[in-house]
């Protein structure tokens, strides 16, 4: 099965820095990755489909990017509203449709 | 709107079964390939079972292969999951969710999910 990583597992930082967040397959994927946001006690949301598609909705604070094995997840400008536990999750057959370990974000 | 409403959720004993029901509107469910995922309290988000929007595929996650089974009656805009040899591990809210277009796609819709206890 493949595996997905993230990192960080958790970062802090200030209202309007740019923020990255890494997920890697441990084997190539092509494009089939999502991102998802889930704030505390809520329902985890798409942000992002075929690692770089917006999701219809999403701010545009957002953007996805990688192909393979690597993805990156971008707040341009991290926001309050923006505190939660991003996940990625990889969407190609065969399955499992494994997640990511998730990372935390939060306002230093 | 788009309305994924799980049920079925409680206490059980381990060993013992439970059938989770998630009730779907405001799409054609039937087109749709849907998705069990869930979450143990303070952990991450586990991918569990996929279902054909036909019924024709279904694949589990290793954890639950054997144990719980993944179903649909789309006469009824209704997804299930059965879910037999409970195990405190199996401890988490289960949410059902919706594919996003084509056979293997990203989840764009959520339930509430339904919280499932295994505990003597």
């Known amino acids: 099965d493949i595996q997905m990583t993230q990192s960080p597992s958790s970062l802090s930082a200030s209202v309007g820095d740019r923020v990255t967040i890494t997920c890697r397959a441990s084997?190539?994927?092509?494009?089939?990755l999502a991102w998802y946001q889930q704030k505390r006690g809520k329902v985890p949301q798409l942000l992002i489909y075929?690692?770089?598609t917006l999701q219809l909705g999403v701010s545009s604070r957002f953007s996805g990017g990688g192909s393979g094995t690597d993805f990156t997840l971008t707040i341009s400008s991290l926001q309050p509203e923006d505190v939660a536990t991003y996940y990625c999750?990889?969407?190609?057959?065969?399955?499992?449709?494994?997640f990511g370990p998730g990372t935390k974000v939060d306002i230093k | 709107q788009v309305q994924l409403v799980e049920s079925g959720g409680g206490v059980v004993q381990p060993g013992r079964s439970l059938t989770l029901s998630c009730a779907a509107s405001?799409?054609?469910?039937?087109?749709?390939?849907m998705h069990w995922v869930r979450q143990a309290p303070g952990k991450g988000l586990e991918w569990v079972a996929i279902?054909?929007?036909?019924?024709?595929?279904?694949y589990y996650a290793d954890s639950v292969k054997g144990r719980f089974t993944i179903s649909r009656d789309n006469s009824k805009n209704t997804l299930y999951l059965q879910m037999n040899s409970l195990r405190a591990e199996d401890t988490a809210v289960y949410y059902c969710?919706?594919?996003?277009?084509?056979?293997?796609?990203?989840?764009?819709?959520w339930g509430q999910g339904t919280l499932v206890t295994v505990s003597s």
């Open positions: 969710a919706r594919a996003r277009g084509a056979v293997t796609n990203a989840l764009d819709y």
């Open positions: 405001g799409f054609t469910f039937s087109s749709y390939v």
């Open positions: 279902l054909w929007f036909d019924g024709s595929n279904e």
């Open positions: 084997q190539g994927i092509s494009n089939y």
């Open positions: 075929a690692a770089s």
């Open positions: 999750q990889k969407y190609n057959s065969p399955p499992p449709f494994t």
